[in-house]
């Protein structure tokens, strides 16, 4: 069983930054698909950022582009995601997800608020 744990969030005020990290059970090698999903109040959740580990190529979604940064360790278990420049809209719940091809595993969350 895939166990993922988040960490990093916070209370931060507009402007700000932070570095969401998460811990896999497995080496993230193992995983093809690795990304970061939030789910602010009263919405669905929505895919923020995401690497495929067989390329290496990244996506983010167009609301976090130049601000957030993805990244993995390429023989550890940890993925990371710098969040710089944070807007009182990118408050909500942030979840680690990862799998071999889609994304099946979930972590609980790390929950980030931005403040104005």
């Known amino acids: 069983q895939v166990q993922l744990v988040e960490s990093g969030g916070g209370l931060v005020q507009s402007g700000g930054s932070l570095r969401l990290s998460c811990v896999a059970s497995?080496?993230?090698?193992?995983?093809?698909?690795i990304g970061w999903f939030r789910q602010a109040p009263g919405q669905e959740r929505e895919e923020v950022s995401c690497?495929?580990?067989?390329?290496?190529?990244?996506f983010y979604a167009d609301s976090v582009k130049g601000r957030f940064t993805i990244s993995r360790e390429n023989t550890g278990n940890r993925v990371y995601m710098e969040m710089n420049n944070l807007k009182l809209e990118d408050t909500g719940v942030y979840y680690c997800?990862?799998?071999?091809?889609?994304?099946?595993?979930w972590g609980k969350g790390s929950p980030v608020t931005v403040s104005s």
């Open positions: 690497i495929n580990s067989s390329d290496g190529s990244t």
């Open positions: 997800g990862v799998g071999p091809s889609g994304i099946e595993y």
């Open positions: 497995g080496p993230t090698s193992d995983y093809g698909a």
